[in-house]
Structure formats: structure tokens, C-alpha cells
């Protein structure tokens, strides 16, 4: 089943501007992850935010994560072009000890305008 | 970086025929891999979590003698859609975590393939 909700389902928005992306989930969770996905491609990791830390910063992205309110968000800063995918957030869940089962939300479309 | 790879890419077939799709780890060992499917616009659905030298783990609701998975080396699973109906036309992505890794550590992603029954 998903957990994860995301908001807004689809974003667009001009070059160069900031892309804001909202993740809520249900349960408990070791990890909350953040992937993209070209059109009818696979997906491509983008930042792991772990549950005992509430910001993360890689290059243009930035990732808050909230276990209180078991929200995340991802901020894309200075947007391209090449931004334009639909964007995943994934929480792990243990179902079989030492193995990682991923729920995924149900994704942002990220269309970005040159 | 550790690289997943998908075959085929793309599939289009008869209704009744059996497709196999591969997962390759290329640069590392997985014993466990996951089984994905995505319909347009949508979400990705974990269908099983595949774990080499045992058998598939189902989730609810996935008929696993619909989609027999094997996995018979730490390098490679795959996946048979079996006798395929029009409405198995999907994306199948499949993903595999390094073993030499922590397993908190992020899946590696294949490319997906697309499989039409017509």
C-alpha cells in the first residue's frame, strides 16, 4: 500500500524560480528518501534524510523532514529546465530482517518553463 | 556508481504469450532485489522483494503465479509475466540494494520496462 501523500500532484513553474515539493506518511520510518523520474525511465536517487535529522542540503536541493508532524519536503532551488521529471518521496519499512522495502507516495510532476 | 540494469527495454506481444524481463546488478552483488510496476501517472506499486537462493516474497494481492520471479544468483533476478492479458500492459521497474552496503542505504534503480500485450 502507499503511504505517501504528495502535494501539490503537479507543479509548474518558470525557469529559475524555486520548486516546493510536500511528502506526508503514515507510519513510523527509518529513512525517508527522494527520488526522480524521467519520463518512461527508472528512477534515480536523489537525497536520504534519516528519522533523527531535520534538514539535509545536497547542491540545489534541499530536504526538511519533520517526524511530528511525519511531513518532508523537497526544495529544488534556482530551477533548469532539465529539472522537469516527477519527483518520488520514499519511506523504508522492515518486513524481513536485513531487507528494505520501500513505500513510495504518489509523486510531484515537476514541469519546469524555459 | 552502482548501476542496475533492465532488459528488455521494451516489449510488445501477443495476449497469452509469457514475457521474462531481467535485472542486473552490474558492479555489485544484490541479494535482494525488488520488483516494481507502474501504471501512467502513477505511483510506483512493489510487487515482490526477490531474494536469491529463496523464494519470492509476494505483497498482498500479487498472484505469484502470475509473475514467477527467480533469483539465482547475487546478480540477477527476473521476472516471468506469465500467459500476459492486456491488463498487464505496465512499466516494470525492478532494484536492488548492495550487500556489501548498510541495508538503510538507497536502492539502484533499472531503466524500466515497458510491456504492452496487445
Known amino acids: 500500500s502507499q503511504q505517501g501523500e504528495e502535494d501539490p500532484q503537479a507543479l509548474s513553474i518558470q525557469e529559475g524560480e524555486n520548486a516546493t515539493m510536500n511528502c506526508s506518511y503514515k507510519?513510523?520510518?527509518?529513512?525517508l528518501q527522494w527520488y526522480r523520474q524521467n519520463s518512461g525511465r527508472g528512477l534515480v536517487h536523489l537525497i536520504l534524510i534519516r528519522s533523527n535529522e531535520r534538514e539535509k542540503h545536497s547542491g540545489r536541493l534541499r530536504v526538511t523532514l519533520d517526524t511530528s508532524k511525519k511531513s518532508s519536503s523537497l526544495l529544488i532551488t534556482a530551477s533548469r529546465a532539465a529539472d522537469t521529471a516527477s519527483y518520488f518521496c520514499?519511506?523504508?519499512?522492515?518486513?524481513?530482517?536485513?531487507?528494505?522495502?520501500?513505500?513510495f507516495g504518489q509523486g510531484t510532476r515537476l514541469t519546469i518553463n524555459p | 556508481g552502482a548501476v542496475v540494469s533492465q532488459h528488455p527495454s521494451r516489449v510488445i506481444c501477443k495476449s497469452g504469450t509469457s514475457v521474462k524481463i531481467e535485472c542486473r546488478s552490474l558492479?555489485?552483488?544484490?541479494?535482494?532485489m525488488f520488483w516494481y510496476r507502474q501504471f501512467p501517472k502513477q505511483s510506483l506499486m512493489l510487487m515482490a522483494t526477490?531474494?536469491?537462493?529463496?523464494?519470492?516474497?509476494?505483497e498482498q494481492g500479487v498472484e505469484k503465479d502470475k509473475f514467477l520471479i527467480n533469483h539465482a544468483s547475487l546478480t540477477l533476478s527476473t521476472l516471468t509475466v506469465t500467459s500476459a492479458h492486456p491488463e498487464d500492459s505496465s512499466f516494470y521497474i525492478c532494484s536492488a540494494r548492495d550487500a556489501a552496503l548498510p541495508s538503510n542505504q538507497p536502492q539502484h534503480f533499472g531503466d524500466g520496462t515497458r510491456l504492452s500485450i496487445l
Open positions: 526477490s531474494n536469491e537462493g529463496s523464494k519470492a516474497t509476494y
Open positions: 507510519t513510523s520510518i527509518n529513512n
Open positions: 558492479d555489485f552483488q544484490a541479494t535482494t
Open positions: 520514499a519511506t523504508d519499512s522492515w518486513e524481513i530482517q536485513g531487507a528494505q522495502k520501500l513505500v
